[in-house]
């Protein structure tokens, strides 16, 4: 399989938004029969590439060639690169809930019989093709009632049932939990056997590692190295160094934790699904966080944790049922999210684009939008404050853009994630809940971030971090909890923290004291 | 070529400009300019400025709030029925009761915010669509109108007609024009120069780069020249009229609004719940105040049009305020909100408005028919919108998307995570 | 780059200071106000603004036909315009408005809302426009001039003789059972032919010879919103169900137009009903088949041909600064003062008198033979 034939060849593609020349003379070779793996940080290129390949960009926006084999090929638009057998699957998954899964297979694509669509074939392939990529329902389940996991399983048989050649997946991985990716993973891998090229995009550099047969870098819109993994031995430190430029010696920065006493504790707390009566998504949940200390939560798909820290944050999600909150000794009444602020708590969502920022906004109506009465009189906005506080936020935290008077859209994941940062730091909380952090944004944006964090913690806050990456909860944490199913399994220090006992923990294998 | 830039970043309005609202002072300005010439110079008549403003003035009060309603994410259907409705009530009352007018100008707003109240209960606590809310407003308020009316037509007192048909007075010495015209156009222009000089000094403040001193300069001409002339025109009207009250009454709202919108934590809250609604509640913004104070406040706005329009007709009668809905609507979509709400400015909705008075007007002196204004209306709608949504979409030069984007040739190629994506980019409208 | 700029910013400045300058002289020294232009006269080719209500009868789109053609034989420039079908009130507003900046002498008003106009009238005034308030009376005002108009009074009092005849010639003694339907509560005319019909049938229901049957006599339980043939139709349909629903004949419906008398008809006829005398106004077609099929019993020709020539002669005196013909000025009193008004005489038709009466009528005469 090491010496197939070339498959693609993209030579020398560059592509220009107005002001902006997003790939500039990028090349990329793809074997037949391989997992190539695409990496780079966000904004590096990645995917506006794979949208020239899918016709997305169609042909004459762009210059340079593609070579699919043999052939040049000129795509002016999605239809026709699906019929040379070239498919992308976005990280949105493109799949209508109220549908069902055969239903989704075959949108736009129905076999037909007599002017109808025929139902029983339909169902019978679907079925086949669900079975090629280890997907057990029923063909008649509605989308909706599936989880993520299996949701991308049926985008990917829906591929199947496009004939594909080359597989394109965008960060398919990013909304998995750890099985399911291993699922997915796997699933790659019998592909490969069976002579399907794949091009995976992901951030994810231990997965790409034990996955790809070769790597392609980009940095901002240049191709920087195609990587052999085998030949070359590739690890991720490696492939972070082509990434950024340079090398990282830590993916954390050093951090010396100065911890001190307890001064925000959460007793019994019961919270109560929103439209089911019988589920608790909240278990009697009882923890504490020290001051200067960062805490962190580990657990699986439905472990709770943001269902936890949103209805602790005013009551956001769920309805209350029992429990009591402690803030320096004192027990605390927090009913709403102006609540909540004013106690000097903070939440920063996992999903910064669809709750944790309006889209609409610039840089600096974001980064004040959690506590406006800081910057007015008698009701009155003062224009000149929230410009230098954006100002100092724009510098303190390196947010990359030319002005802060620019839309919070056109910034990249991390620099977003700045922002909401800024958002809430900017309420001068006492402690803060980062959910999923660094979900989406790049190493390098990481390696920031976690400097942010730590420097919180060593102005006496305290910070939660809700993390579905162990490595970087172990990394980054003080002490870390862990969550089955609503319910608090486990506390582990950083000294005894490893992956293994997490894991164990996170699925409930051993039974451990709640604290 | 940076002077260029400075010249559109400046003149029209600064960076948040928006695309639409621009290019709608521009088509507004074309419009004059063409009906100026094609009426052989009627346009720009005193007489013919003073008509329209009077006879648009309400429509203009109700694009104030259904702005307000549309950032928020809603849309408001009732406005034309609530007009009716209190317009009845305080003829009526006025009426039977033999109340004094200024008493009558009290009940029409009392009655306006119940019923502002009614439905920004249903939409804010219940959870109603506002569609539907005031879909069923619509129905209910004409029917409560015909109901009291008798689907008659009901007289208002003489007094009670100023406010809707009445003039600034004429007092002081013959000058020649309406001395308190005259002396609003100054203080309007003197405004206009401390507001300038104040934002020269926020800008130099924030240690922004301060406008040159040439574009301030051809700023402030044309807007003085602007103020200028409208002032000399409405002063210089038939003996007995000048500025209408009812213009006044707009352009005191439209300051008022235009401050709280932009400047004030309330403003804001709104953009915010229109703009996203979860991600607002989270940052601790009272969703349900907003979106009761918004629908509630449109319902005020809505009956002090339909009191100054029943002023203005001397009489409330069945047919007040029939489709005045959407012509505010239109308006405020001309004027560059988006339908998805979190965007377009109080000013912008009232160029919005203008665009389709002086249309209607301009088409009105020609002796063009109520049909056809009707279809150029509706066509002018939807080439407004339209034109603006392709124009976001293609990302091509042009003189209003380059105004827009100022910075685009300025962006860093890196983190260009947007920009890369033109797709992806809100579709406002 | 900077030279287009400044040639731009020039030549737009160069336009608009054109434009102030053209437009800028001051008009308060125009008319001040006292409007008796009339006394002079004006220019042969002045312009006369006529403005009618939507375009929901024939008669209106007849008329304004009529204006466009006469008024341009006449020699004037005219500008006619409908109301919109959803805005008529303020489309007629700012109409009239267009009209005065236009520098209309005469202003020939259909109101779509007879007193909803007191401020474009003031305005009219005030520029020297000479008002002349067409079919339909503008009330609560001083402003309006004049008045032209079928007689209407008359009207209502044919249609009531019309309905006695007809109902003694089916049954030639009383008492005979009616029932009474009325015009939009909004039109002025809608009393007046109401209270002409009830000058000739209220001494017969005084003296028991004419009982109506719902006993609903009082204008606002008779009237049609909006002249809409569903909303008399709806009003049939439940008096029948309530009134009717046993052995109860009617003999007459009073209708005051021809829409509301077919809609009358149909609601009977749905009903099962025996065909009761009903009268009607305006000669529609549809209705005038109806008479000549033995349906409705009578019409009215109020030819409105006839009403826009008289109206143009009226322009014609006031042009030549003469004093218009007028032949009733003690009837119409608009709430503020008694309007001067040229009354022309109505014409009831029947199937016996059809022919003679439309044979100068090209669309309805072939429908009488």
């Known amino acids: 399989m090491t010496e197939a034939s070339t498959l693609l060849e993209m030579r020398s593609i560059t592509k220009s938004f107005p002001g902006v020349k997003a790939l500039a003379d990028v090349n990329l070779v793809v074997r037949e029969g391989e997992i190539h793996a695409i990496c780079g940080e966000n904004g590096a290129g990645k995917s506006t590439l794979m949208k020239v390949l899918s016709?997305?960009?169609?042909?004459?926006?762009?210059?340079?060639?593609?070579?699919?084999?043999?052939?040049?090929?000129?795509?002016?638009?999605?239809?026709?690169?699906?019929?040379?057998?070239?498919?992308?699957?976005?990280?949105?998954?493109?799949?209508?809930?109220?549908?069902?899964?055969?239903?989704?297979?075959?949108?736009?694509?129905?076999?037909?019989?007599?002017?109808?669509?025929?139902?029983?074939?339909?169902?019978?392939?679907?079925?086949?093709?669900?079975?090629?990529?280890?997907?057990?329902?029923?063909?008649?389940?509605?989308?909706?009632?599936?989880?993520?996991?299996?949701?991308?399983?049926?985008?990917?048989?829906?591929?199947?049932?496009?004939?594909?050649?080359?597989?394109?997946?965008?960060?398919?991985?990013?909304?998995?939990?750890?099985?399911?990716?291993?699922?997915?993973?796997?699933?790659?891998?019998?592909?490969?056997?069976?002579?399907?090229?794949?091009?995976?995009?992901?951030?994810?550099?231990?997965?790409?590692?034990?996955?790809?047969?070769?790597?392609?870098?980009?940095?901002?819109?240049?191709?920087?190295?195609?990587?052999?993994?085998?030949?070359?031995?590739?690890?991720?430190?490696?492939?972070?160094?082509?990434?950024?430029?340079?090398?990282?010696?830590?993916?954390?920065?050093?951090?010396?934790?100065?911890?001190?006493?307890?001064?925000?504790?959460?007793?019994?707390?019961?919270?109560?699904?929103?439209?089911?009566?019988?589920?608790?998504?909240?278990?009697?949940?009882?923890?504490?966080?020290?001051?200067?200390?960062?805490?962190?939560?580990?657990?699986?798909?439905?472990?709770?944790?943001?269902?936890?820290?949103?209805?602790?944050?005013?009551?956001?999600?769920?309805?209350?049922?029992?429990?009591?909150?402690?803030?320096?000794?004192?027990?605390?009444?927090?009913?709403?999210?102006?609540?909540?602020?004013?106690?000097?708590?903070?939440?920063?969502?996992?999903?910064?684009?669809?709750?944790?920022?309006?889209?609409?906004?610039?840089?600096?109506?974001?980064?004040?939008?959690?506590?406006?009465?800081?910057?007015?009189?008698?009701?009155?906005?003062?224009?000149?404050?929230?410009?230098?506080?954006?100002?100092?936020?724009?510098?303190s935290l390196r947010i990359k853009t030319p002005s802060v008077d620019e839309g919070v859209v056109k910034l990249s994941g991390g620099n977003q994630q700045k922002v909401v940062l800024a958002k809430w730091m900017f309420t001068d909380p006492d402690l803060l809940i980062l959910d999923e952090p660094t979900r989406g944004i790049d190493v390098g944006a990481k390696y920031e971030i976690y400097g942010i964090i730590q420097r919180l913690v060593s102005q006496g806050k305290g910070v939660i971090v809700i993390s579905s990456e162990l490595p970087e909860l172990i990394g980054l944490c003080d002490r870390i909890y862990t969550a089955f199913e609503g319910t608090i399994t486990g506390e582990v220090t950083r000294r005894d923290a490893d992956p293994e006992v997490l894991m164990k923990q996170m699925t409930a294998m051993k039974k451990s004291p709640t604290s | 070529m940076s002077r260029i830039k400075d010249l559109q970043k400046n003149l029209f309005g600064g960076t948040a400009s928006n695309a639409r609202q621009s290019g709608m002072i521009f088509t507004l300005v074309a419009i004059v300019l063409l009906f100026q010439i094609w009426t052989g110079g009627l346009t720009l008549t005193s007489g013919n400025l003073i008509a329209v403003v009077s006879q648009y003035s309400y429509i203009l009060i109700l694009a104030i709030g259904m702005l307000m309603v549309i950032v928020a994410g809603h849309i408001d259907l009732s406005v034309g029925s609530v007009a009716a409705f209190t317009g009845i009530v305080v003829a009526k009352a006025m009426e039977t009761y033999s109340l004094p007018w200024p008493l009558g100008i009290a009940l029409g707003l009392i009655?306006?915010?119940?019923?502002?109240?009614?439905?920004?209960?249903?939409?804010?606590?219940?959870?109603?669509?506002?569609?539907?809310?005031?879909?069923?407003?619509?129905?209910?308020?004409?029917?409560?109108?015909?109901?009291?009316?008798?689907?008659?037509?009901?007289?208002?007192?003489?007094?009670?007609?100023?406010?809707?048909?009445?003039?600034?007075?004429?007092?002081?010495?013959?000058?020649?024009?309406?001395?308190?015209?005259?002396?609003?156009?100054?203080?309007?222009?003197?405004?206009?120069?401390?507001?300038?000089?104040?934002?020269?000094?926020?800008?130099?403040?924030?240690?922004?780069?301060?406008?040159?001193?040439?574009?301030?300069?051809?700023?402030?001409?044309?807007?003085?020249?602007?103020?200028?002339?409208?002032?000399?025109?409405?002063?210089?009207?038939?003996?007995?009229?000048?500025?209408?009250?009812?213009?006044?009454?707009?352009?005191?709202?439209?300051?008022?609004?235009?401050?709280?919108?932009?400047?004030?934590?309330?403003?804001?809250?709104?953009?915010?719940?229109?703009?996203?609604?979860?991600?607002?509640?989270?940052?601790?913004?009272?969703?349900?105040?907003?979106?009761?104070?918004?629908?509630?406040?449109?319902?005020?706005?809505?009956?002090?049009?339909?009191?100054?329009?029943?002023?203005?007709?001397?009489?409330?009668?069945?047919?007040?305020?029939?489709?005045?809905?959407?012509?505010?609507?239109?308006?405020?979509?001309?004027?560059?909100?988006?339908?998805?709400?979190?965007?377009?400015?109080?000013?912008?909705?009232?160029?919005?408005?203008?665009?389709?008075?002086?249309?209607?007007?301009?088409?009105?002196?020609?002796?063009?028919?109520?049909?056809?204004?009707?279809?150029?209306?509706?066509?002018?709608?939807?080439?407004?919108?339209?034109?603006?949504?392709?124009?976001?979409?293609?990302?091509?030069?042009?003189?209003?998307?380059?105004?827009?984007?100022?910075?685009?040739?300025?962006?860093?190629?890196?983190?260009?995570?947007?920009?890369?994506?033109?797709?992806?980019?809100?579709?406002?409208? | 780059m900077r030279r287009i700029i400044t040639r731009g910013i020039a030549s737009v400045g160069a336009v608009a200071l054109l434009t102030l300058g053209t437009a800028c002289s001051n008009e308060r020294e125009g008319s001040t106000g006292t409007g008796d232009s009339q006394a002079k006269g004006f220019a042969k080719d002045s312009l006369v603004g006529v403005a009618l209500p939507s375009k929901t009868s024939e008669n209106w789109v007849l008329a304004g036909d009529l204006f466009t053609n006469g008024l341009q034989e006449a020699g004037f420039k005219a500008d006619v315009q409908y109301a919109g079908a959803s805005t008529t009130v303020a489309d007629q507003q700012s109409q009239i408005s267009a009209m005065i900046t236009k520098g209309a002498k005469v202003i020939v008003v259909g109101a779509t809302d007879a007193s909803q106009l007191v401020t474009q009238v003031a305005q009219a005034k005030q520029a020297g426009v000479t008002v002349i308030a067409y079919d339909r009376l503008i009330t609560n005002t001083r402003d309006v001039d004049y008045y032209i108009a079928f007689d209407n009074f008359k009207v209502g009092q044919l249609q009531g003789q019309a309905l006695v005849e007809g109902m003694k010639a089916k049954k030639p003694k009383g008492p005979w059972t009616i029932e009474l339907f009325s015009g939009s509560p909004d039109d002025n005319n809608s009393k007046v032919f109401f209270d002409g019909a009830m000058s000739v049938l209220k001494p017969l229901m005084d003296k028991g010879d004419i009982v109506v049957g719902s006993s609903q006599t009082d204008i606002k339980q008779t009237a049609i919103q909006g002249w809409k043939a569903e909303n008399a139709q709806q009003r049939m349909d439940s008096l029948l169900t309530s009134t009717y629903a046993g052995a109860k004949k009617l003999d007459g419906v009073l209708s005051p137009n021809d829409t509301l008398a077919r809609a009358i008809l149909t609601s009977v006829k749905g009903a099962g009903k025996p065909i009761p005398i009903v009268t009607g106004q305006d000669s529609e077609a549809e209705s005038v088949k109806s008479i000549m099929a033995g349906q409705q019993y009578s019409t009215i020709n109020k030819d409105t041909r006839k009403l826009v020539a008289e109206t143009i002669n009226m322009i014609k005196s006031l042009q030549k600064g003469d004093k218009p013909q007028i032949n009733d000025t003690k009837s119409y009193n608009n709430g503020s003062k008694v309007v001067p008004a040229y009354l022309l005489p109505p014409i009831i038709v029947t199937k016996k008198n059809a022919a003679e009466a439309y044979a100068n009528d090209p669309k309805l005469a072939p429908l009488t033979k």
């Open chain 2, 111 to 429: 009655v306006g915010a119940s019923i502002g109240a009614w439905q920004g209960f249903w939409v804010a606590y219940v959870g109603v669509p506002a569609f539907i809310v005031t879909l069923a407003g619509m129905m209910l308020f004409r029917g409560g109108n015909q109901y009291i009316g008798n689907a008659d037509t009901v007289p208002v007192p003489r007094d009670f007609r100023e406010i809707g048909a009445g003039f600034l007075p004429d007092v002081g010495p013959d000058t020649g024009y309406n001395n308190p015209t005259l002396l609003l156009g100054l203080v309007a222009c003197a405004g206009m120069v401390w507001r300038e000089w104040k934002a020269r000094q926020t800008r130099r403040e924030m240690q922004a780069d301060v406008a040159p001193v040439w574009i301030t300069g051809i700023r402030l001409a044309v807007m003085l020249g602007a103020i200028v002339f409208a002032t000399l025109r409405f002063a210089g009207g038939r003996i007995g009229t000048s500025l209408p009250i009812s213009g006044i009454i707009l352009i005191l709202l439209v300051l008022a609004y235009s401050y709280y919108t932009r400047n004030t934590i309330g403003g804001r809250h709104i953009y915010a719940v229109g703009g996203n609604a979860r991600a607002a509640e989270l940052s601790g913004v009272k969703l349900r105040r907003v979106n009761f104070v918004v629908m509630m406040n449109m319902s005020v706005l809505a009956a002090l049009a339909g009191m100054i329009f029943v002023a203005r007709s001397a009489a409330s009668g069945p047919q007040d305020g029939l489709s005045w809905e959407l012509d505010a609507i239109a308006a405020v979509f001309i004027g560059g909100a988006a339908v998805s709400g979190g965007l377009g400015t109080v000013s912008g909705s009232i160029v919005g408005g203008l665009v389709m008075a002086l249309l209607n007007n301009g088409l009105q002196l020609e002796g063009v028919g109520s049909d056809m204004v009707q279809i150029i209306k509706g066509l002018v709608l939807l080439f407004a919108v339209a034109f603006d949504v392709y124009n976001k979409r293609q990302g091509h030069f042009s003189i209003i998307g380059s105004l827009m984007r100022p910075f685009r040739r300025e962006e860093p190629p890196g983190p260009a995570g947007p920009a890369s994506d033109p797709d992806k980019t809100l579709v406002a409208g």
């Open chain 1, 55 to 395: 016709g997305v960009h169609p042909h004459g926006s762009y210059t340079g060639g593609i070579v699919y084999r043999g052939e040049q090929m000129r795509f002016h638009g999605i239809r026709a690169s699906e019929q040379a057998g070239i498919v992308i699957i976005h990280q949105e998954l493109a799949l209508v809930p109220g549908m069902s899964i055969a239903e989704n297979i075959f949108l736009g694509n129905e076999p037909r019989r007599r002017g109808g669509i025929d139902w029983k074939a339909s169902r019978r392939r679907a079925s086949e093709l669900m079975d090629q990529v280890g997907l057990r329902e029923d063909p008649d389940t509605l989308i909706k009632d599936i989880g993520v996991g299996k949701q991308q399983l049926v985008e990917i048989a829906k591929a199947f049932a496009k004939d594909v050649k080359l597989l394109i997946l965008d960060e398919p991985t990013a909304a998995l939990n750890e099985d399911d990716s291993q699922h997915l993973l796997d699933l790659l891998r019998g592909f490969r056997e069976r002579g399907i090229t794949s091009i995976i995009i992901s951030h994810k550099l231990n997965e790409i590692e034990a996955i790809a047969d070769s790597i392609t870098i980009l940095r901002d819109g240049r191709t920087i190295e195609t990587l052999d993994v085998k030949a070359d031995g590739v690890n991720e430190d490696r492939i972070v160094r082509g990434m950024v430029g340079r090398e990282l010696s830590s993916r954390f920065p050093d951090h010396t934790p100065d911890i001190g006493e307890v001064f925000f504790e959460v007793r019994d707390w019961t919270v109560q699904h929103p439209s089911s009566a019988e589920r608790l998504v909240c278990k009697g949940s009882t923890f504490h966080v020290r001051r200067g200390e960062i805490v962190g939560f580990a657990g699986l798909m439905g472990a709770g944790r943001t269902e936890l820290a949103m209805s602790l944050f005013g009551r956001s999600y769920g309805t209350y049922l029992s429990g009591r909150i402690f803030k320096d000794g004192e027990e605390i009444q927090l009913k709403s999210v102006a609540d909540a602020i004013r106690h000097g708590l903070a939440y920063v969502s996992e999903d910064r684009k669809s709750i944790g920022l309006n889209l609409l906004d610039a840089i600096k109506t974001s980064m004040v939008a959690a506590k406006l009465s800081k910057i007015t009189r008698r009701g009155v906005i003062d224009p000149v404050r929230e410009y230098r506080i954006a100002e100092e936020y724009r510098t």
